[in-house]
């Protein structure tokens, strides 16, 4: 079992910057590939950026690329996405998941992770 808990949302203005973190704990975080997904309200959850088990690789959604930038510190078993130039269209929930595997790869479909964290509100203002 993977357990996962996200800080660092809140409320911020358009073109500002936000960095949230995703704690994992139960396993070896380092056999974990990792992502974030976000839901904004009436909309399906997104894809925004995934890494592999070393963050040596890292992919992005074309709306958050240049923009984001997912890493992570396997000492300290945490994942983080950097977000800069925000915008309104970026205010949703966010969302880290895990996927435990024993290679190098990353995933962008929701259905490959099967721990998820509950969450943390991104509201970006005009």
């Known amino acids: 079992q993977v357990q996962l808990v996200e800080s660092g949302g809140g409320l911020v203005q358009a073109g500002g910057s936000l960095r949230l973190s995703c704690a994992a704990s139960?396993?070896?975080?380092?056999?974990?590939?990792m992502a974030w997904f976000r839901q904004a309200p009436g909309k399906e959850r997104e894809f925004v950026a995934a890494?592999?088990?070393?963050?040596?690789?890292?992919y992005y959604a074309d709306s958050v690329k240049g923009r984001f930038t997912i890493s992570r510190d396997n000492a300290k078993s945490t994942v983080y996405p950097q977000m800069n130039s925000l915008k309104p269209e970026d205010t949703a929930v966010y969302s880290c998941?895990?996927?435990?595997?024993?290679?190098?790869?990353?995933?962008?479909?929701?259905?490959?992770?099967?721990?998820w964290g509950q969450g943390t509100q991104v509201t970006v203002s005009s």
């Open positions: 139960g396993r070896t975080f380092s056999n974990n590939a």
């Open positions: 890494c592999n088990r070393n963050g040596g690789i890292t």
């Open positions: 998941a895990a996927k435990i595997t024993s290679i190098y790869g990353v995933w962008r479909s929701e259905n490959e992770y099967a721990y």
